[in-house]
């Protein structure tokens, strides 16, 4: 699992809207990839992931309720989305990922397809 | 100054902050408070002609454990967040280690007009949402000539 360089999402994408890269951590075991995002701000209709041809996109719109009326004075939050790809290597099977969002944190597992599952190999004494 | 944003953004935006940054950092009498952006929770600030809004982005945390204090006119944001990575001893490995873990705390100044008693905070999607009214002594008003 590889991010994929700023110089290769544009040239095979159309122009996308500035987005904010949002934190991850990315965690693997024997049986898979455990990701986990913060996009603090997104409602559960508005997050979207995609998995396209091995590669993984996260994007999410903000939704925050503001007054009308309101200036802003200061924003470090300061595009309205979230947008981060991934490049997902063939040992993973991208059909069965399996997503939880909760609270702004965006919790994904990517199984190992089954033939990538480590096995002990048995050692016979002759 | 030496730190990791929580948002970074793309390279020409990077460039306009880095720009900002030294702008900043040649200023003569900087906020006392220092400049915290990059810290956690994030924070935006809005405000408007009834009240100042305060969004911290603070995702995965529990809304009970958020301890929020107005004093003085300074609000302070406190909490913490654990880690979802796994322990030393567990068979997995970490690649890449970017969110937020630990005890949080910031703090901002706020306006001198504002109420202290009519404050609400409701947490939603990951964000705290904290809404101060201002004192309707303060607030404008139009001014009839006869």
């Known amino acids: 699992m590889s991010e994929t360089t700023a110089v290769s999402k544009e040239s095979t994408a159309p122009r996308e809207e500035a987005a904010l890269v949002p934190p991850v951590d990315v965690i693997e075991d024997s049986g898979g990839i455990t990701l986990y995002a913060d996009l603090p701000g ?5 997050l979207n992931l995609h998995v396209d041809s091995g590669t993984l996109t996260i994007e999410g719109e903000l939704g925050l309720e503001m007054p009308e009326a309101m200036e802003s004075t200061h924003a470090e939050v300061s595009l309205p989305r979230y947008r981060r790809t991934f490049t997902l290597s063939r040992e993973l099977d991208a059909d069965k990922v399996t997503a939880e969002f909760a609270d702004g944190v965006l919790k994904l597992r990517i199984p190992k397809a089954e033939h990538a599952l480590p096995r002990k190999i048995e050692i016979s004494v002759a | 100054m030496i730190y990791r944003s929580l948002f970074p953004r793309d390279f020409l935006s990077e460039l306009e902050r880095l720009q900002n940054e030294v702008r900043q950092g040649f200023d003569i009498s900087p906020s006392i408070r220092g400049f915290t952006r990059g810290g956690f929770p994030a924070l935006n600030i809005g405000s408007t002609g009834k009240s100042v809004e305060i969004y911290a982005f603070a995702p995965g945390v529990d809304p009970a454990s958020i301890d929020v204090q107005l004093e003085k006119g300074v609000l302070t ?12 001893e567990a068979k997995a490995t970490t690649h890449i280690d970017e969110r937020f873990a630990g005890r949080f705390r910031r703090v901002v100044t706020l306006p001198d007009d504002i109420d202290p008693s009519a404050v609400a905070a409701r947490y939603r999607d990951g964000v705290l949402h904290i809404s101060i009214q201002r004192r309707e002594t303060t607030q404008p008003r139009r ?3 006869q």
């Open chain 2, 77 to 88: 944001v406190a909490g913490e967040r654990k880690s979802a990575l796994p322990p030393a």
């Open chain 1, 42 to 46: 997104v409602p559960k209709d508005k």
């Open chain 2, 143 to 145: 001014i009839n000539i």
